[in-house]
């Protein structure tokens, strides 16, 4: 293999036009500017009919583009994606048996909090190292499962909906937070699906978006505890579920410039052809990576498997034998200087590896991120390593 087709000792010509490729808050949609928010609703109260409209608004509009089915529940709720998940966890756990997929720094922390948090008895962790999945085959989907759909850490996605079978007993919790707007999910096949507005649409933090099924709204109803539920994880009133929060009656105060930018993004989403394309254009990402490595000898994709590898997340692992001598914690400096480097060029922001993640990089291929951005991006990464490789 080769390096580069470039002089890497040199800077390199191009420059991405955008620089950010964090993994969360993400990249603006293209061409975004803050007059996007100069019709948000600052000053006037989210409970208005006006600033219910607008609620209502991202709920229909995200709930077409990601194709959820009639019948099912779609609501904003507190504290982005994890406050979806931890409402959920606490409201409809402990009426099954409980497998939870751990397999990087989230579905890890969920299966935490089950365990070390609710004191469930009847738990199976099924684990697996960063870069593989847990073997799926030993899922027991009597039990309720919790998964994430696609490892924001770990770079790994569940490869087919056909992994969760279409008959099964328990609920299907899914943490799709970077996974939505960017893969298929299999509606039919889940109960509960968790996002917030921060990763594959550009949007800002702080508020999640749940979706629940019919089976997961039963459950929800039926099932008692003698849990203490704080109010933002409420979900249900005298054993019925509070449906103004599906039609835009937020449990606490949401940011409405928030819900302006989320309505643009959507809007967005929407002009440039809706789903499909914005599958096309994270794939399209992935591929420009997936070409750059197959002619780049420092460095490889950390999920193995390419039907695993996540087109949104994109992590990458460090392979140079002079690297891999190091300690973590001299890996973990090294990555620091590489994307200080690349910051003080204004050519990349944001791309080290999660901190609990192999020392690495990570670059975000959701469907704001132009093709060409990445493209311009990689030579650059090629030059800053040449810059702290050591001499012979």
Request: aromatic content about 8%; hydrophobic content about 45%; some cysteine.
């Amino acid at each position: 293999m080769i390096i580069s087709q470039h002089n890497v000792s040199s800077r390199p010509a191009i420059r991405p036009a955008n620089p950010c490729f964090s993994s969360g808050p993400c990249a603006k949609r293209p061409g975004w500017s803050v007059e996007a928010l100069s019709g948000a609703l600052t000053g006037r109260s989210h409970r208005s009919a006006e600033g219910r409209a607008r609620l209502n608004d991202v709920i229909e509009r995200s709930a077409a583009l990601l194709g959820v089915p009639e019948g099912w529940r779609v609501g904003i709720v507190p504290a982005s994606d994890t406050g979806a998940m931890e409402m959920v966890l606490w409201s409809v756990l402990g009426a099954r048996p409980v497998d939870v997929l751990a397999f990087e720094s989230f579905s890890a922390l969920w299966a935490q909090d089950i365990v070390s948090q609710l004191k469930l008895d009847d738990v199976r962790v099924l684990s697996a190292d960063y870069g593989a999945l847990p073997d799926l085959k030993e899922v027991n989907w009597d039990h309720d499962v919790v998964l994430a759909w696609n490892g924001t850490t770990s770079g790994v996605c569940v490869p087919s909906p056909d992994a969760v079978p279409a008959q099964h007993e328990g609920l299907v919790i899914c943490d799709a937070t970077s996974a939505a707007f960017a893969m298929d999910l299999p509606w039919d096949r889940l109960d509960v699906v968790t996002w917030s507005w921060q990763k594959a649409l550009g949007g800002e933090a702080a508020h999640g978006m749940l979706a629940l099924s019919p089976r997961a709204v039963a459950r929800l109803e039926q099932f008692k505890t003698d849990r203490p539920l704080p109010k933002i994880f409420r979900l249900t009133k005298k054993g019925e579920l509070i449906e103004p929060i599906f039609k835009g009656d937020t449990i606490n105060t949401p940011s409405m410039l928030c819900v302006e930018d989320a309505l643009d993004s959507l809007k967005w989403a929407e002009s440039v052809g809706g789903l499909p394309a914005l599958k096309a254009r994270s794939q399209a990402n992935l591929a420009e990576v997936a070409a750059w490595t197959e002619k780049t000898d420092w460095v490889e994709f950390l999920a193995q498997n390419p039907a695993q590898r996540s087109s949104t997340s994109i992590c990458l692992r460090i392979i140079a034998p002079w690297f891999l001598a190091l300690e973590r914690t001299e890996q973990v400096k090294t990555v620091k200087q590489l994307t200080a480097l690349l910051e003080k060029e204004g050519v990349a922001f944001d791309i080290a590896s999660y901190r609990d993640a192999p020392a690495g990089l990570r670059i975000w291929g959701g469907a704001t991120v132009e093709s060409a951005d990445v493209r311009a991006l990689l030579p650059w990464l090629d030059w800053a390593f040449h810059q702290l490789t050591p001499r012979a």
